[in-house]
């Protein structure tokens, strides 16, 4: 028996999480749920489209429901929401607001008796894993997050809400210099400026005031402030063909010591390099929507995250075949 998925929301993660449903054997995809208006969506797979209300109506269907909403407004209302009548997977990525969302998702699910699983992706997500890993097998050690070169679609957003942009795309870089310091296992104190830079591709409105839109970009507390920022301005055409794709990805240091008088130093590196940041963070929710439907099938219930969930419980395989092939 198939593990019966539910989408909410068909954006860029919507559509990657399709995709990679339909890429797996053990999955098959039941409905995208809307707040748009279905009548003009045509899904890829040709799965069914809804109003996000009729989700509730098709509760006995559904076995997981992947909620694909943004972090900002859409997650912090749906995943509780949801996490009342389905199992639910979401990739909530406000780190700070992590904590608070997961209590609210966790009273749901005890009303319930579903399994949420909250925060799933690349970061938050597998490197946070990667940052737990560390710490635990070098304790005397440093973590150090490296984020790009990738299109930040948060930063890319803030951009174009500025008065006079028409379009933009912005990458976060890391500073070579900084990264061959810790991969050489130099232990450097870093600032936030000295980590990333930041580089803004922008298409300006007819008559716009070309730098008040640069001033106003890196000035932009919480976003550009702290960073060596540069924006160059381009043509809407110009960022069709050079900037369409959403790459990303990043690496995750641990550096530490062993030894009676620490004379041994390690460094522990995960890298990724993503050509498609949605469809990338959409195969880690689809893996961990197995794991969702098979902890709740041995009645387990409450909201998880990255950190509570067996490695096996992604695999499609069994864990004799694992032991055989992996291990």
Known sequence: MKIRIGIVGYGNLGRGTECAVSAAEDMELVAIFTRRDPAGIQSASGAPVYQIEKAFEMKDQIDVMVLCGGSAKDLPEQTPMMAEHFNVIDSFDTHAKIPEHFEAVDAACRKSGKVAVISVGWDPGMFSLNRLYGQAILPQGKDYTFWGKGVSQ?????????????????????????????????????????????????????????????????????????????????????????????????????????????????????????????????????AYARAAYRLNQKGEQGCKTVFDIAPAMLHPADPAELRKNLL
């Not at 641990?254 to 050509?275: C, F, M, P």
Request: charged share 30%; with cysteine.
């Open 154 to 286: 948060g930063h890319s957003d803030a951009i174009r809400r500025i008065e006079g942009v028409q379009d933009a795309r912005q990458y976060t870089i890391p500073v070579g210099e900084a990264l061959e310091q810790v991969r050489k296992g130099e232990n450097p104190e870093l600032t936030t400026r000295e980590k990333h830079t930041r580089e803004c591709f922008v298409v300006a409105k007819e008559g716009a005031d070309l730098k008040a839109i640069e001033q106003a970009i890196v000035t932009m507390p919480n976003y550009f402030a702290d960073y060596d920022t540069t924006v160059h301005f381009i043509s809407q055409e110009e960022l069709d063909r050079d900037h369409k794709g959403i790459p990303h990805g990043g690496k995750v240091f641990r550096t530490g010591k062993t030894g009676w008088d620490g004379e041994n130093t390690h460094i522990i590196e995960y890298s990724l390099k993503l050509d498609s940041n949605p469809e990338f963070t959409s195969s880690v929710l689809t």
